[in-house]
């Protein structure tokens, strides 16, 4: 099952067990499966996408040769290329899964704005249902 909103570009992707949210770009190669992504509140320009590139930051959106699963996506996210997420690893907290989300330690809270670089996931993650 998956439900893809309107607007969606998705380029030879895999999505399973998912919900794509409104202007959601997704790069092609890229797996998705149990995932909730919030879409965009906007297209990128390609000014802004080449200004976001010289800085180094992926576009609005998920890029290539990502696999994500069991997650939920923020709006107006930006993921990088090859870009893994997944709670594979990552114990179970009282033996129930809980939902995915960013530490909220202080000094830590600045990563959690950080976009994930190509293969480079920027934010840490605490539990995963």
Known sequence: MRLV???????YAS???SIVGLRMVVGAGTELNRVISLGSDYYESQESVEQHEHEGKPRVGIGANCKIE???IDKNARIGNNVKISPAGKPEKGGSRT????????????ERHHPARNGDLKMRFEYCF
């Open 5 to 11: 909103a309107d607007g969606c570009i998705i380029n």
């Open 15 to 17: 999505i399973s067990n």
């Open 70 to 72: 069991n997650a939920i």
């Open 99 to 110: 939902l995915l989300h960013p530490r909220r330690h202080h000094h830590h809270s600045q």
